[in-house]
């Protein structure tokens, strides 16, 4: 039996498991989000496991050869170790590779090469990595410190919004009904209970349901909002390349597979003069392939 690589894009709002034999996928299978949160790298794991030997399970195979999570929230040493340290005792792999989900896309998106990945899921982040190979960043910080563009950020936003139209102090919109909906409350009054006890997850889940009212005035002008934000994160990485020639930006993320918000942040990127944006969808688990490449034996 030749070589089994696993690997799995962990996410605030998802977990992406995809495995290959010899090179070629064979399987892929998504899960919950799984994103490390400082002291909770157990819980992490848990999930991981189980996406990941679900996906295991659909190749035909127990185990793997290399593992490699690239995983939201372990860009800090404490949490990437205690991610690994958890996952070692799932034993899911003889070799196991634990970075972040921005190393991922890194690899997948540019290679070796120079450029910047742009990621927008629960948070959101802008990485560059430049012709010295040296690295950059913008955002990430989480949905406390900023993360504009973000879910969370676009579900925020939905929920002031409906609070406005509420009380008559905003245009009225579709929000209202919409979030009331998507969060199982029964009115307004149960809405606001469940924002009060609402973890960031659920709250940046609501930004499905502006995405799907892109016809809205109020979701729109969320969503324009959203774009600025994405493409100022990329807009302040653009000086930090030398030369004056294009500049590749990739996105990526859950949000940024959606129409109505990478269409607006194209756009914004177009008017920028060195952002060329790349073509198709970005495959993070192409760059864990990539990783696992390098590390088998």
Request: net charge neutral; aromatic share 2%.
């Amino acid at each position: 039996m030749g070589a089994i690589t696993v690997g799995a894009d962990v996410g605030g709002t998802r977990t992406l498991v995809a495995v290959a034999r010899d090179g070629q996928e064979v399987a892929r299978h998504e899960g919950p989000g799984a994103a490390v949160r400082p002291g909770r790298a157990m819980s992490s794991a848990a999930t991981v496991a189980r996406v990941v030997r679900e996906a295991l399970n659909r190749a035909g195979h127990l185990r793997g050869t290399v593992l490699v999570v690239g995983a939201a929230g372990a860009g800090r040493e404490p949490e990437r170790r205690g991610l690994r340290d958890a996952l070692r005792v799932e034993d899911l792999a003889d070799r196991l590779v634990v970075t972040t989900d921005v190393e991922l896309a890194l690899e997948g998106a540019l290679g070796d090469g120079p450029g910047i990945v742009l990621l927008a899921g629960t948070g959101s982040i802008a990485v560059a990595r430049l012709a010295d190979g040296a690295r950059a960043r913008q955002g990430g910080h989480g949905w406390q410190l900023g993360d504009e563009g973000g879910g969370y950020a676009i579900g925020r936003a939905a929920l002031q919004a409906a609070g406005r139209a509420h009380d008559g102090r905003g245009p009225a919109t579709d929000l209202l009904a919409a979030i009331i909906q998507a969060t199982r409350a029964t009115d307004f009054d149960g809405l606001v209970r469940w924002s009060l006890t609402a973890e960031p997850t659920e709250v940046a889940a609501l930004a499905k349901a502006v995405l799907a009212r892109t016809d809205d005035p109020v979701a729109g002008a969320i969503l324009d909002e959203a774009a600025q934000g994405l493409a100022g994160h990329v807009e302040a990485l653009l000086g930090r390349f030398d030369g004056s020639g294009p500049v590749t930006v990739a996105l990526g993320g859950g949000l940024l597979r959606q129409a109505p918000l990478r269409e607006r942040v194209a756009a914004r990127l177009a008017g920028l003069e060195r952002a060329r944006v790349a073509d198709g969808p970005l495959d993070a688990l192409a760059g864990a392939f990539r990783i696992a490449a390098r590390e088998a034996p």
